[in-house]
């Protein structure tokens, strides 16, 4: 029997999924924006884009944890579940909630450590590299967005192939 989950939480979901989306495609899309720009200038005028290496690695970043968050919401992320593969489907789907719940906590400790490195880098970074430690919140950013993600499915599991059947 599948519980329904609160009208709040499916707002929340479709609104986290509306914003992982719009922010994965825009990332993307000033990432491949960023990269043809610094080829076009290397190639025809013999110039560049200041900083477009540095600027690339963490629009790379910002595809990467909004595209992982879209990837939970639609189960569709990497599991590490060597165990599922022997069970039959209903119990591998009773199984979900605490796994997810058990991906919140490993979120939410990679969170922790990365915010605290970003500190330790924010207090000692030169003045004039701010823009890119600001740029590096997407790292305690994303493992937050990931937990947020993982807890709803925990506590609230839904199956995207199941539900649209």
Do not use: K
């Amino acid at each position: 029997m599948a519980r329904t989950e609160p009208a709040w939480v499916a707002a929340l979901r479709q609104g986290l999924v509306r914003f992982d989306g719009f922010m994965a495609g825009t990332a993307l899309l000033l990432l491949l924006l960023l990269v043809f720009g610094q080829v076009l200038l290397r190639n025809f005028l013999d110039s560049g884009i200041p900083a477009a290496e540095v600027l690339s690695r963490y629009l790379v970043l910002y595809v990467t944890f909004f595209g992982a968050a879209l990837a939970v919401e639609q189960h569709r992320h990497i599991r590490v579940d060597a165990v599922a593969a022997f069970l039959e489907r209903g119990a591998a789907q009773r199984l979900q909630p605490p796994l997810y719940l058990l991906s919140t906590a490993v979120c939410i400790v990679l969170a922790w450590a990365a915010m605290r490195f970003w500190y330790d880098d924010w207090q000692y970074v030169a003045a004039h590299e701010r823009w890119g430690s600001v740029l590096a919140l997407i790292t305690p950013f994303g493992f937050c967005l990931l937990a947020l993600h993982f807890l709803l499915g925990g506590l609230f599991p839904h199956h995207p192939d199941r539900d649209q059947a």
